[in-house]
């Protein structure tokens, strides 16, 4: 019989919601008069972006954009699937792509490049998460969360085989 892993707390629920309070003030403040649309990445990033849209106290958009690079795995296969577009024309606007973790930098690096080939006025990058150690490709992230060290992370909206978004905290699996 499997077991299910073990899930080691890295950040807390309060410590998260203290977290995107100052990214979303910080966002509010650098786009003022700008009108973003926040582009949230699924499947991971939805959590985050209902929560950090409301701390953005300035006109904006979201949308989203479907990406996979992991299948059922720990590990990113390498090959970028993109499996839903904007629905909302970029032409023109300031676009906050909004991830939830940052690992090899291939998924997001490709993506960024895609989304430049619509000519938006920008883009920048916030991620909940990051994973430096696991770092294939620079990526600059404008706006983060937090870093996280090189394990499998679950819990606000980031999930292992499906299992593990609902959980208001963010831990590393123990296999």
Same mark, same amino acid.
């Given at each position: #019989?499997?077991?299910?892993?073990?899930?080691?707390?890295?950040?807390?629920?309060?410590?998260?919601?203290?977290? +995107? !309070? !100052? %990214?979303?003030?910080?966002?509010?403040?650098?786009?003022?008069?700008?009108?973003?649309?926040? &582009?949230?990445?699924?499947?991971?990033?939805? #959590?985050?972006?209902?929560?950090?849209?409301?701390?953005?106290?300035?006109?904006?958009? /979201? $949308?989203?954009?479907?990406?996979?690079?992991?299948?059922?795995? =720990?590990?990113?296969?390498? !090959? *970028?699937?993109? %499996?839903?577009? %904007?629905? =909302?024309?970029?032409?023109?606007?300031?676009?906050?792509? *909004?991830?939830?973790? +940052?690992? =090899?930098?291939? =998924?997001?690096?490709?993506? *960024?490049?895609?989304?430049?080939?619509?000519?938006?006025?920008? +883009?920048?990058? /916030?991620?909940? %998460?990051?994973?430096?150690?696991?770092?294939?490709?620079?990526?600059?992230?404008?706006?983060?969360?937090?870093? &996280?060290?090189?394990?499998?992370?679950?819990?606000?909206? &980031? $999930?292992?085989? !499906?299992?593990?978004?609902?959980?208001?905290?963010?831990?590393?699996?123990?296999?």
């Amino acid at each position: #019989m499997d077991r299910d892993p073990t899930i080691i707390p890295l950040f807390t629920a309060e410590e998260i919601a203290r977290r +995107v !309070e !100052e %990214l979303g003030a910080e966002i509010g403040e650098d786009y003022a008069g700008k009108n973003p649309l926040l &582009v949230g990445v699924l499947k991971g990033a939805w #959590m985050f972006l209902a929560d950090i849209t409301r701390e953005i106290t300035i006109p904006h958009q /979201c $949308d989203f954009i479907q990406v996979s690079s992991y299948g059922s795995g =720990t590990e990113s296969t390498g !090959e *970028v699937r993109f %499996l839903t577009d %904007l629905s =909302t024309p970029i032409a023109g606007r300031h676009v906050i792509l *909004v991830e939830d973790i +940052v690992d =090899t930098g291939l =998924t997001l690096s490709n993506l *960024v490049n895609r989304l430049k080939e619509r000519e938006p006025a920008s +883009v920048t990058i /916030c991620s909940l %998460l990051d994973k430096p150690e696991r770092r294939k490709t620079p990526i600059h992230i404008d706006y983060l969360g937090f870093t &996280v060290p090189n394990k499998f992370v679950v819990g606000y909206g &980031v $999930d292992w085989n !499906e299992k593990y978004r609902h959980l208001p905290y963010i831990g590393y699996l123990e296999f």
